[in-house]
């Protein structure tokens, strides 16, 4: 079993920037890849981005490739979200995910999901 909690989301002006924050617990962190997915009313959780579990490999979904950013910190069991040139299109409620073996882009892949976090862009 993993626990995932996300933080850091909020209201932030077109253009600006945000960190999310997602605290693991539970298995052997170092062991699982981590992603991030978003989803807004009415649609289906989209791929934003995802690492490896050493943090080596990486993959971005178009819509934010050359803005946001994914990293991670086995010794801290975090894994976290930079995300710069927000759009309002980034609007969502984002989740945190992880998984056993390796990255996936998939959704379904995911074993392992926190609660969310609301990112709101607006002018």
């Known amino acids: 079993q993993v626990q995932l909690v996300e933080s850091g989301g909020g209201l932030v002006q077109i253009g600006g920037s945000l960190r999310l924050s997602c605290a693991a617990s539970?298995?052997?962190?170092?062991?699982?890849?981590m992603a991030w997915f978003r989803q807004t009313p009415g649609k289906e959780r989209e791929f934003v981005a995802t690492i490896s579990s050493i943090g080596g490999t990486y993959y971005y979904g178009d819509s934010v490739k050359g803005r946001f950013t994914i990293s991670r910190d086995n010794a801290k069991n975090m894994v976290y979200l930079q995300m710069n040139s927000l759009k309002p299109e980034d609007t969502a409620v984002y989740y945190c995910?992880?998984?056993?073996?390796?990255?996936?882009?998939?959704?379904?892949?995911?074993?392992?999901w926190g609660q969310g976090t609301q990112v709101t862009v607006s002018s």
């Open positions: 995910a992880a998984r056993g073996g390796r990255t996936a882009r998939v959704a379904t892949e995911y074993d392992y």
């Open positions: 539970g298995r052997t962190f170092s062991n699982t890849a």
